[in-house]
């Protein structure tokens, strides 16, 4: 790695924590509590970050248990605080993880996983930082194979008179500047062009077997890429591709990667989030039938990468010290007191997320920026169909929706999803072909004849809803 000085570090974004409930409001509805836990956590690492005293490294992240039941806003609380702090964001799953010594993925995986997110996304931001300037060389690439300059033409000998040359250089750069505005209002998209490119050595052996290289923290494809030699090859494609194809090239070259590595593994250790979901099913005893890791094993090994240690990646080491670990479970059969003690200890924070009412849904349909029937009107929108819901009609699907998790399985959120879909189906597949309307109200008494009949029979809402 170079090192470079100038490099600007991240800064967290400042929020204070009621700005960031102020932002998760705009998509989750109610879990108060958890909002105010994870507002605490997010900027406890900006209070970190401030810290100028050795006490910084001291500092501990506030992990937290999210307790809750499916679909009332656990992974999307997560989520949307990782994008919010612009941080990466890496969501596991901690049933996928299995002891040492069993064939799966091992816990150390997922601090390679979070790192690769950082890479990409710092990359993204360079990429689009140097954007202007790459489109801008990539612009001059085409010309050159278009109106090739003068430089390559003024041979001696070439032209009578200096005056002659001077003409035809003046002539050249007239024509490259007509073709500059062609080129910049699309006119030449279409057409063909051709030219050299390098192309990179692509037969990599699989040779590792059930590790991949990844898990050994080699970046292979750099090790190799290095060692083969390039080959040229020509290459036809429409101008509109060439100028993606050399942007592409142009920014690459002018991004800084050691730059982009260092600044993503800064990323990763202090803002990085990792969410690790079903974190009960890994709780408990084991389990007396099947082939089953043990849990706890998988709980052993979980300590180390929570507790803080370092991991080999392709990018070298990182370390997961102060990395916000945010764990979630239902917890329905195992409590977080049955998880080994100290992995409890390192989760010291346990909010419980409440089931969701009819209230609630009612606002979840309506107010968050993704809203569903904000989705779903947009969909219809684009085939030029307003669509629009009577305010008692969005209470008879929250009612439904509520109804139905009662009766039948209580899925949260999501059985608006179902709802929904079942309640617009014969209008998304009617529009545009047999149904004509460009205005499409629905009413509560459209979604009581829709569903008046499945509610009631249990059986029918089963596989319906
Ligand atoms: N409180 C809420 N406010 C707004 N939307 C919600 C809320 N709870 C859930 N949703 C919506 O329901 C869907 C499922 O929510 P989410 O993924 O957060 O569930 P979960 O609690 O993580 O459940 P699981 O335990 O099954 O993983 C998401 O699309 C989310 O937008
Ligand atoms: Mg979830």
């Known amino acids: 790695m170079s090192g470079k000085k100038n490099n600007k570090q991240y ?26 836990a994870v507002a605490i956590a997010l900027r406890n690492r900006w209070r970190r970050q401030n810290v100028q005293s050795a006490l910084k490294e001291e500092i501990l992240p506030n992990n937290i248990i999210l307790i809750g039941p499916t679909g009332v806003g656990k992974t999307e609380i997560a989520r949307r605080l990782a994008k919010l702090a612009n941080a990466p964001f890496l969501k596991v799953e901690a049933s ?15 601090i390679r996983e979070i790192t690769d997110i950082a890479v990409n996304m710092v990359k993204a931001e360079r990429m689009e930082e140097v954007r202007d300037k790459a489109t801008k060389l990539a612009e001059e690439r085409i010309l050159d194979i278009l109106v090739p300059p003068i430089r390559q033409k003024s041979r001696v000998g070439d032209y009578n008179t200096e005056e002659e040359a001077i003409d035809e250089e003046v002539r050249i750069q007239n024509t490259r500047e007509k073709f500059r505005k062609k080129l910049q209002k699309g006119d030449l998209d279409d057409r063909m062009i051709e030219f050299e490119i390098t192309s990179e050595p692509s037969a990599v052996m699989q040779v590792f077997g059930p590790f991949g290289p990844d898990d050994l923290g080699i970046n292979l494809q750099e090790l190799i890429g290095n060692v083969l030699p390039k080959k040229m090859k020509k290459k036809k494609m429409t101008i509109k591709e060439a100028m993606q194809y050399f942007i592409q090239e142009e920014s690459q070259k002018l991004i800084d990667m050691d730059g982009i590595i260092k600044e993503a593994i800064f990323r990763v250790e202090n803002l990085g989030i990792i ?16 082939p089953d890791v043990s849990r706890e094993g998988v709980q052993r090994d979980l300590l180390p990468i929570v507790e803080g240690s370092t991991v ?24 977080p007191s049955d998880l080994i003690p100290e992995l409890q200890g390192r989760f010291p924070i346990r909010v419980e997320l409440h089931n969701l009412t009819e209230d609630d849904f009612v606002k979840i349909l309506t107010l968050p920026e993704n809203a569903l029937i904000k989705q779903y009107s ?56 047999l ?20 509610v009631r029979n249990r059986d029918l809402s089963r596989y319906i809803l």
Request: charged share 30%.
């Open 435 to 454: 149904v004509q309307e460009k205005k499409i109200y629905i009413t509560k008494e459209i979604v009581d004849q829709k569903f008046s009949k499945i």
């Open 275 to 290: 969410f690790i979901d079903e974190i009960d099913k890994i709780a408990g005893p084991p389990s007396k039938v099947g």
């Open 11 to 36: 800064e967290i974004r400042g929020l204070t924590p009621t700005q960031i409930v102020e932002e998760l409001n705009k998509y989750i509805i109610g879990q108060d509590a958890a909002k105010k």
């Open 312 to 335: 080999n990646t392709k990018y070298g080491p990182v370390k997961s010290d102060h990395i916000l670990f945010i764990a979630s479970g239902a917890f329905h059969v195992a409590k």
């Open 378 to 433: 947009a969909l219809l929108e684009s085939e030029g169909v307003e669509l629009e819901f009577s305010l008692d009609a969005i209470r008879e699907v929250a009612k439904v929706a509520a109804e139905v998790n009662e009766q039948v399985e209580n899925i949260g959120a999501r059985r608006l999803h179902t709802i929904l879909t079942t309640l617009l189906e014969d209008i998304l597949f009617g529009v545009p072909d």
């Open 96 to 110: 996928k993880y299995t002891e040492v010594g069993y064939v799966g993925r091992d816990v150390e995986s997922m």
